[in-house]
T-cell receptor
Framework: KNQVEQSPQSLIILEGKNCTLQCNYTVSPFSNLRWYKQDTGRGPVSLTIMTFSENTKSNGRYTATLDADTKQSSLHITASQLSDSASYICVVSFNQAGTALIFGKGTTLSVSS | DAGVIQSPRHEVTEMGQEVTLRCKPISGHDYLFWYRQTMMRGLELLIYFNNNVPIDDSGMPEDRFSAKMPNASFSTLKIQPSEPRDSAVYFC????????????????FGEGSRLTVL
């Protein structure tokens, strides 16, 4: 069964600290893996898109890694800020066009001062 | 560009009433998607269009749900009659055509329409 599992379900960290969110998938065939950030009451916003051949991709303080052999991805947030408080959703695509996506349930991150 | 625009942002209605959600995709995007998000099930694809033509509506839960895209800049999702279990946030998203020079594969979401059916 095609699935995307994220952990932890929720996380609370202090401002300035680093954190890592995990994503395991069993999707086949695999085209690309995406991380989205969703602020409360807003739509998801794309952070990174990685294909099979990409191991690491950064977007500012966000760094995503992909291990296609073990079917695992992580999203590392450096020097967290209050504005990082959001839900982070891992999404795996069957095709390059992005018309066949499997969504994870997300990790809710709370950054406190 | 203003991004994907959805209306209304919030809708509260009574069971049995008709609900129409609207979406304006980003200009030049060829794909339009309707998603539903709930706490229990996360984001689920309902239907998507390519060049205004519905391609996959297998995610539409029941015949009470219908979607149209009369032109490249407008789409509607209609629920008739609405039921309490339809309460959710409905997102519209758009993306470029694979092969376009500026193609990034990115999916752009609107801010969503929060529907509450009493």
């Amino acid at each position: 069964k095609n699935q995307v599992e994220q952990s932890p379900q929720s996380l609370i960290i202090l401002e300035g600290k680093n954190c890592t969110l995990q994503c395991n998938y069993t999707v086949s065939p695999f085209s690309n893996l995406r991380w989205y950030k969703q602020d409360t009451g807003r739509g998801p916003v794309s952070l990174t898109i990685m294909t099979f051949s990409e191991n690491t991709k950064s977007n500012g303080r966000y760094t995503a890694t992909l291990d296609a052999d073990t079917k695992q991805s992580s999203l590392h947030i450096t020097a967290s800020q209050l504005s990082d408080s959001a839900s982070y959703i891992c999404v795996v695509s069957f095709n390059q066009a992005g018309t066949a996506l499997i969504f994870g349930k997300g990790t809710t991150l709370s950054v406190s001062s | 560009d203003a991004g994907v625009i959805q209306s209304p942002r919030h809708e509260v209605t009574e069971m049995g009433q008709e609900v129409t959600l609207r979406c304006k995709p980003i200009s030049g995007h060829d794909y339009l998607f309707w998603y539903r998000q709930t706490m229990m099930r996360g984001l689920e694809l309902l239907i998507y269009f390519n060049n205004n033509v519905p391609i996959d509506d297998s995610g539409m839960p029941e015949d009470r749900f219908s979607a149209k895209m009369p032109n490249a800049s407008f789409s509607t999702l209609k629920i008739q009659p609405s039921e309490p279990r339809d309460s959710a946030v409905y997102f519209c998203a758009s993306s470029q055509r694979l092969g376009q020079k500026t193609y990034t594969g990115e999916l752009f979401f609107g801010e969503g329409s929060r529907l509450t059916v009493l």
